[in-house]
């Protein structure tokens, strides 16, 4: 599908990757752009119009799939992450939030659209993954849990909705220079280099996006992960337990 032209909705517009969604897609002619906040007095970008919208609301998200009625390309941007493991954290919390937003609330966004884009012809939903859908760290274990969750739904709903046109793109990245990352001292991928190159995929009609160069070797390392994947994970984490014991 075309950008140009196209009424798009990113969710998270407010800060971070959605914000250079945002921007992109209104740099490449967007006819309407809806960013979608909790807080929309946060949407300061030029050319997007702000729209209250917390994923995790059922009513809410039915109620702005009904207003904005037209989207063509739907965002799954939104998501969080609270550095969680699944033995060491207090309690359930992190893991259930991670699988609330990120996994339920982009399946409720999927759900509610999905009748809005086959009006619009079929058109697009794109869902920001993460390189931990591929495998499990530590670090952020409850998160890739959800990351996972998040992928195959991704797969799933392209398959349910393949009938109507709908292009359902997978994006998947390790860190990106955002707030999320902020405290990662490993190279991180610019959002503005992660916007266009998921823009130009949408263009191609590509169901895939592999941001970064790690992303891809973890791609192509999956039939043999546990030679290629886990031990080093395994030895960073085993420092790190002994750094704090
Ligand atoms: N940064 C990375 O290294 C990285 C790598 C791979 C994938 N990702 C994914 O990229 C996406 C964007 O993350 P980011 O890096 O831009 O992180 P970020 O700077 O922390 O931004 C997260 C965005 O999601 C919004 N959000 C969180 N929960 C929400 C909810 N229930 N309803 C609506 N909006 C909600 C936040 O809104 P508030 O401002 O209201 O909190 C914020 O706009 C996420 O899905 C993330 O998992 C990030």
Not at 4 to 15: D, E, I, K, Y
Not at 43 to 71: H, K, M, Q
Not at 88 to 105: C, H, I, Q, S
């Amino acid at each position: 599908m075309q950008i140009s032209g196209s009424v798009a909705l990113v969710t998270g517009a407010n800060r971070g990757l959605g914000r250079a969604y945002a921007r992109e897609l209104v740099r490449r002619g967007a006819a309407r752009v809806y960013g979608a906040a909790r807080q929309p007095a946060q949407v300061s970008e030029p050319g997007v119009t702000p729209v209250a919208l917390d994923i995790t609301d059922p009513e809410r998200v039915a109620r702005v799939a009904a207003e904005c009625a037209g989207v063509s390309l739907v965002m799954n941007n939104a998501g969080v992450m609270k550095a969680s493991t699944f033995i060491g954290a207090p309690d359930l919390d992190a893991a259930r939030a991670e699988m609330e937003t990120n996994y339920f609330g982009t399946l409720r966004m999927c759900r509610a659209f999905a009748p809005v884009l086959a009006a619009s012809g079929g058109g697009a939903i794109v869902n920001m993954l993460s390189i931990t859908s591929f495998y499990t760290n530590p670090f952020n274990a409850s998160y890739g849990a959800s990351k996972a969750a998040e992928w195959s739904l991704t797969n799933g709903v392209r398959l349910e909705l393949h009938h109507q046109g709908t292009l359902v793109v997978a994006v998947h990245a390790g860190f990106i220079d955002t707030d999320m990352a902020a405290l990662v001292q490993a190279p991180k991928i610019s959002p503005e280099s992660v916007a266009r190159q998921v823009f130009d995929a949408v263009e191609a009609g590509q169901v895939e996006v592999l941001a970064d160069e790690r992303t891809r070797t973890v791609k192509a390392s999956l039939s043999r992960d546990h030679e290629l994947i886990y031990p080093p994970v395994q030895e960073f984490w085993d420092e790190a337990v002994k750094g704090t014991s």
